[in-house]
């Protein structure tokens, strides 16, 4: 039987939940890997840099990996930019080139550290990147692969040294990491190195203001017209200092980040209208998978048979008026759709208790375990002079993988959400892919809750 968990999906007796980690730095032959990320579905397949960064910031994380597959893309922060700099590359992907986008990974990093990661139908699982010492990723490993087994969707492949688990994969992944040709990217930073722009003009004009008094004071005869000089310059420098010092102290606290999207209800009904516009067989070619989020939808299809990228073109053209981008061995092909998005949304939140409650009770009435995960709040870019902390919590969920067949359909993003009319409940993305075999349609659904 899973562990007991409390609304907010933190294991219920002391124990630290998936959220609560630190990051953990590895070197990997000459690279150096960072375990430890928070991981979020960007609602974006063009343009995820910028998202990445946006969300990032206004979270308060300090750096993010950026993870993209066919149907997905997800960001990974780390909070500790001194931990997680831009020359660290993230263990978790890397572990995932090495066992593929359906697996659960335990791996040892040194004497007494493990690390562990999973991955579900190619999307890294919320919570699940973390690094500690034997007994916590024993334990979390355990409840991955138990949380799977309970759901009727065992990994496809269970990686681990024996000590961590029984009868699982014993793989070096650490060797098979070391051993890439092409390793994941590098960690983008989320702060601009240097001055402010601002301060850069103050301190210009401070420059300005030294040198011009210093050369002026050459030509000066008058011992005390060179010390009112001086004194002038003096008393600019002060003010600048001043006013650097109250810019760095003004941090004004982010805007309620509900307020910049609609409802998750709003949300769902566009998504799925322009869901519903996209043929599975176009051109000889089958749809792999799609994305929506906020005003746009992206989608990919692979090549079938003896199928053609000129039939391709041709029936895109036909059916939906559009040109899609073809990928470079002319077998996989994707388009990208904007759409007018459902009004925005600035409602009063609901305390953290009823919120928590409504939300983990809808879904298990349908049979489903979806847990909250707490994002802890934004610090502001200057960790030393940190935000308080805003009147608002802040959760993330993931719906991984439910499956629609023709006599299941019970799944579906329409009805999974059917009477969760929650304030501040918001919808990032709605994402399906098709397989070959049963069942044939999965969704994804994640998004953020907010409450008092």
């Known amino acids: 039987m899973a562990a007991a968990r409390d609304l907010a999906g933190k294991p219920i007796g002391g124990e630290a939940s998936r959220n609560d980690k630190t990051l953990v730095r590895v070197t990997v032959g000459s690279l150096a890997y960072v375990s430890g990320l928070h991981w979020e579905r960007v609602g974006a397949s063009h343009g995820a840099l910028r ?19 066919d149907s997905v893309t997800q960001g990974g922060f780390a909070r500790v930019d001194e931990t997680a700099t831009g020359a660290c590359r993230s263990l978790a992907m890397a ?28 999307v890294i699982v919320s919570g699940s990147d973390m690094a ?25 492949r269970v990686i681990a040294p024996p000590e961590l688990a029984d009868n699982a994969e014993d793989v070096d992944v650490l ?30 004009a401070v420059a300005v203001v030294i040198a011009a008094a210093v050369g002026g004071a050459l ?68 749809l792999a998978g799609a994305e929506c989020g906020y005003g746009h939808m992206s989608a990919t299809y692979s090549r079938q048979d003896s199928a053609t990228v000129a039939d391709l073109i041709d029936a895109f053209k036909a059916t939906l008026g559009l040109t899609p981008n073809i990928n470079a061995d002319g077998n996989s092909a994707g388009i990208t759709v904007g759409f007018d998005a459902p009004p925005k949304s600035d409602e009063k939140l609901e305390d953290s208790v009823t919120a928590t409650t409504v939300f983990v009770s809808h879904f298990q009435a349908l049979g489903l375990s ?47 959400l059917s009477g ?33």
Not at 99 to 122: K, M, S
Not at 182 to 201: D, N
């Open 370 to 416: 979806v847990p909250l995960t707490p994002v802890p709040p934004p610090v502001g870019p200057d960790p030393k002079n940190p935000l308080p902390p805003p009147p608002w919590k802040t959760f993330t969920f993931q719906i991984n993988a439910t499956p629609i067949t023709a006599t299941r359909t019970e799944h579906h993003p329409s009805l999974l």
């Open 175 to 204: 060797k098979a990491i070391g051993s890439l040709k092409k390793p994941p990217e590098p960690l983008v930073s989320l702060t601009k190195a240097g001055v402010p722009g601002r301060a850069k003009l103050v301190l210009l």
């Open 95 to 122: 572990a995932i080139m090495v066992a593929g986008a359906d697996a659960v990974i335990g791996l040892r990093v040194r004497e007494g550290l493990y690390a562990l990661t999973a991955v579900r139908a190619g």
């Open 219 to 286: 030509h000066i005869h008058s011992v005390h017209e060179a010390q009112a000089a001086a004194a002038r310059a003096a008393e600019a420098a002060k003010a600048a200092a001043e006013q650097l010092a109250a810019m760095k102290k003004a941090q004004t606290p982010p805007p309620d980040p509900w307020s910049t999207s609609p409802t998750a209800p709003a949300l769902e009904a566009s998504c799925s209208e322009q869901l519903a516009k996209l043929p599975i067989a176009v051109g000889g070619w089958l």
């Open 51 to 69: 998202v990445v960064r946006d969300r990032g910031v206004r979270l308060g994380f300090r750096a993010a990996a950026i993870y993209r597959t």
């Open 420 to 452: 969760l009319d929650l304030r501040g409940l918001r919808v990032d993305s709605i994402a399906v892919a098709r397989s070959d075999q049963t069942p044939f349609l999965t969704w994804t659904v994640g998004g953020h809750l907010y409450a008092r």
């Open 132 to 156: 500690g010492a034997l007994d916590d990723v024993r334990a979390e490993f355990a409840q991955l692969v138990e949380d799977a087994l309970a759901q009727g969707k065992p990994y496809g």
